[in-house]
């Protein structure tokens, strides 16, 4: 799964450390997110697209 993660992240200038506090996981799983090893489970998919103002969809896209 390609992630848009970093570039929304950037658009709204929220770091992954502020990223991660927002949605209650470790920094680590946004690394993990943003390089695309790692699935989310659909709470979270919807955690992250809420805490960077966006769809699920528009965040998360299948390869």
């Known amino acids: 799964?390609?992630?848009k993660?970093?570039?929304l992240r950037a658009k709204y200038h929220i770091t992954?450390?502020?990223l991660a506090?927002?949605?209650e996981v470790r920094r680590e799983t946004i690394?993990?997110?943003e390089k695309g090893k790692y699935n989310p489970s659909l709470q979270l998919?919807?955690?992250v697209a809420?805490?960077?103002k966006s769809k699920i969809e528009d965040?998360?896209?299948l390869k």
């Open 59 to 61: 965040v998360f896209v």
């Open 21 to 23: 506090k927002k949605v």
């Open 50 to 52: 809420k805490a960077l």
């Open 31 to 33: 690394v993990f997110l």
């Open 1 to 3: 799964m390609r992630t």
């Open 16 to 18: 992954q450390e502020d």
């Open 5 to 7: 993660i970093k570039e």
């Open 45 to 47: 998919a919807h955690d």
